[in-house]
């Protein structure tokens, strides 16, 4: 349902419905306002009203329902909220019993008499050329293009008849088809042959009236949707659809101080947790757990979502539809931005010292790519062409009615003063149209993949990694009771059955096995293998006969696999696995391999040991992993076992450092970064380097202590110390190290 107007709900009328529906229903069941009304409204409404009550029995003519007391409390909450912005409830319908009202993500009904109303302006019957007149000022304009010429003298409501006509004249045909359908089928069982050219030739012209008649159709659902259009686009322009809220007032700007529109639309969950991630902002979440208080309250929360002196940014609570946020402040705000706002698009309005945010009507205006006036590839401003050429009609349009609304605000001069107006074409020279997001560009360290690519050097037993998953054992139901199996475990003892590790956690490396992987080499001969019959107790028993030969057919390998090179409990190099091997195999029988399933056993060979070499090493990283283990009592105990950790699922923090994770965060671009190899956006990503960045600032600390013994510490000192630390390999900043870096690194 589209919004065709706004109201206000009488606060002391609604409570006075829900009191009577509640305490009065259960004795008088026939004075059920949701009986009165259930089959004097169209279906939509009806299901909308029955979402909005709870059943507590029955009655002859119907389910006997009460107001839901979570709803009234919701009603409650919007209610209080709208009157504190000064704001009214969005109505999308109304008849003589009830009126379903809209805020943000909540929509309800309510009797109609607990309402005052404010129904938008009927332009039905106002012609299509009028209406470009009114929205433009100009009574000499007219419409390009055939179909706006077309309709210029008529109105939505002419069209809307005109529809109305073509489809009924469509379905009388269609009716007629059916018929005559019927009347070939009984005509054909008595004069089949004679008759069926005469209904092929009536069928082809109905058809291709029919057809002719479905493009009128589409013809006048296009103007309609114009006509609708323009209709919405004059709402814009006259301020009916948005009401903007001041959260700062102030001087005003120099009126010829150009104003700044920044098209890319500004997603809540990215920018928030950004900005908390680089300010390190620990605000009261109770008082500020409104993003209009919120941004109120801080200056610098301003300079990022209005950068400048004038400017227009667009607002959403998250690209994908949902976020993921730890800090508690932003959590709530961004809950309480989607329950009052829902999904739609915010347009916040700086002049100077002044500042006002107002919301859209999210069902009308939509941008999915993220952009409001330029098209992504070409970099253009739209013009009215883009109207009918663009990909969607619906983008289009939503573009088209932020534009107007725009157009309104500076017309209007109310929240913004520039001289002239906003043009179609961009060429008011006071008016700037930008693709930046309001954070500076940096791309010093490249993405945060390329830092993550640099930094990740093989780990040592200590160093500190960052979870990326929550990670149990792939086999944990099927082999819980398998004492030989130990997915992710170390030897042959089922322990890590029940051990888990657990999403965004710090832990350090408890242990690395590192598989030496050796290959035993074989040369491989023929071996003839003859069958020789002999009679045994009066029994014909039967025995092979091998024969080996010099026929060589090349070489076969069988590998070996070493943990940590140990071999008989000991610890041996390269080359003494390699020795043994020689002394343990060289000295062996032939090992023979006869084919037992072939009569002639034609592939049957033998083979002799030649030499053992060394293949490659396969790393295996532990980390101490809790087990969900329980004594006789019920009490969990506090056992662990050693569970393997795959890189895919942890972030090396050995040689990151605090400036790598602030330009990571800020500068928003991921790169590709995977967990669990799948490439990770944004808004997800950032709780993870949040994560990161906590622990190693108080890493940090520790190692300033230590430098500052034998150096004065500069800016960015800490990405010194990390490439420094790259080169050396040195896991740790050890004492004699700081003092080594210092003498490097003190002149700078």
Not at 50 to 57: A, D, E, S
Not at 276 to 293: A, C, P, R, T
Not at 604 to 629: G, M, R
């Amino acid at each position: 349902m589209n919004v065709i107007g706004k109201a206000t709900l009488n606060w002391k009328k609604y409570t006075e419905y829900v009191q009577r529906e509640t305490i009065n229903v259960k004795e008088h069941p026939e004075d059920s306002w949701y009986l009165d009304i259930r089959y004097k409204v169209p279906h939509e409404v009806e299901s909308i009203v029955w979402n909005c009550m709870r059943k507590i029995g029955e009655f002859k003519n119907g389910p006997i329902a009460i107001p839901k007391e979570e709803i009234v409390e919701e009603i409650k909450k919007h209610q209080e909220y709208l009157l504190s912005i000064a704001a009214k409830w969005e109505m999308l319908f109304y008849e003589e019993n009830v009126a379903v009202l809209r805020s943000g993500s909540l929509t309800v009904a309510v009797p109609a008499d607990t309402v005052e109303t404010e129904v938008y302006a009927n332009m039905e019957h106002i012609s299509f050329g009028q209406l470009k007149r009114q929205l433009t000022g100009n009574a000499s304009v007219s419409s390009t293009g055939t179909d706006l010429q077309i309709i210029d003298k008529m109105s939505r409501s002419d069209v809307s008849d005109q529809l109305h006509e073509e489809c009924k004249k469509i379905e009388e045909k269609r009716k007629k088809i059916q018929n005559l359908e019927k009347e070939k089928q009984q005509e054909l069982e008595q004069i089949r042959h004679e008759i069926e050219e005469k209904y092929k030739n009536y069928m082809v012209q109905i058809e291709e009236k029919k057809a002719e008649l479905e493009e009128q159709k589409k013809n006048l659902e296009n103007q309609l949707y114009l006509m609708d259009t323009e209709i919405y686009s004059i709402r814009c322009y006259m301020g009916e659809v948005i009401n903007f809220l001041p959260i700062t007032k102030g001087k005003h700007a120099p009126e010829k101080e150009p104003v700044v529109i920044y098209q890319k639309v500004r997603y809540l969950d990215e920018e928030l947790g950004k900005w908390v991630s680089i300010y390190g902002y620990d605000g009261n979440s109770e008082s500020l757990d409104m993003f209009e208080k919120l941004l109120a309250a801080r200056k610098d929360l301003q300079e990022i979502f209005a950068p400048g002196k004038k400017c227009v940014s667009l607002l959403k609570i998250s690209k994908t539809g949902s976020y993921k946020i730890d800090h508690p402040m932003i959590a709530n705000t961004l809950d309480n931005y989607e329950t009052y706002h829902g999904k739609t698009i915010g347009i916040l309005i700086r002049d100077g010292e002044n500042l006002w945010l107002g919301w859209t009507d999210q069902e009308r205006i939509q941008l999915p790519d993220g952009n409001a006036f330029y098209r992504p590839v070409q970099n253009q401003i739209i013009d009215e062409e883009d109207m009918h050429k663009n990909s969607t009609k619906e983008e289009v349009a939503s573009r088209y009615f932020i534009f107007n609304i725009l157009r309104g605000v500076i017309h209007d001069r109310d929240l913004i003063q520039i001289p002239g107006e906003m043009t179609m074409n961009g060429k008011n020279p006071y008016i700037i149209l930008s693709m930046a997001d309001g954070w500076i560009e940096d791309t010093r360290y490249g993405t945060f993949n390329d830092i993550v690519q640099r930094t990740d050097r093989p780990l040592i037993k200590g160093d500190m990694i960052l979870t990326t998953l929550s990670i149990t054992r792939d086999d944990h139901f099927t082999t819980r009771y398998d004492r030989w199996n130990n997915d992710r475990g170390r030897g042959e003892k089922n322990r890590t059955h029940d051990a888990f590790i657990p999403d965004r956690k710090i832990v350090p490396i408890n242990l690395i096995d590192t598989d030496y992987i050796y290959q035993n080499i074989y040369r491989k001969y023929k071996l003839l293998v003859r069958e020789n019959w002999k009679y045994v107790d009066d029994k014909a028993k039967m025995e092979l006969i091998t024969e080996k030969t010099e026929d060589f057919l090349g070489y076969q390998k069988s590998p070996i696999t070493l943990t940590n090179n140990i071999l008989h409990n000991k610890k041996m190099t390269t080359e003494e696995v390699c020795k043994y091997c020689s002394n343990a195999y060289k000295n062996r029988c032939n090992d023979e391999y006869i084919d037992y399933h072939s009569c002639n056993h034609e592939e049957s060979y033998y083979l002799v040991y030649d030499h053992t070499e060394f293949l490659k090493t396969e790393t295996h990283t532990f980390i101490s992993a809790k087990k969900n283990n329980y004594n006789y009592y019920g009490e969990q105990t506090d056992s662990r076992a050693n569970m393997e950790i795959f890189q895919s699922e942890y972030l090396n923090l050995t040689f990151l450092n605090s400036v790598y994770l602030k330009y990571a965060i800020q500068n928003k671009k991921m790169g590709g970064w995977k967990r669990a190899g799948e490439s990770v956006e944004y808004a997800d990503s950032i709780r993870y380097l949040n994560a990161a960045l906590d622990y190693i600032r108080e890493r940090e600390k520790d190692e300033a202590e230590l430098l500052e013994q034998y150096m004065d510490l500069y800016d960015d000192w800490q990405v010194d110390l990390s490439e420094w630390r790259l080169a050396h390999n040195y896991h740790r900043l050890t004492d004699t190290r700081a003092q080594k870096f210092a003498r490097e690194f003190k002149k700078k």
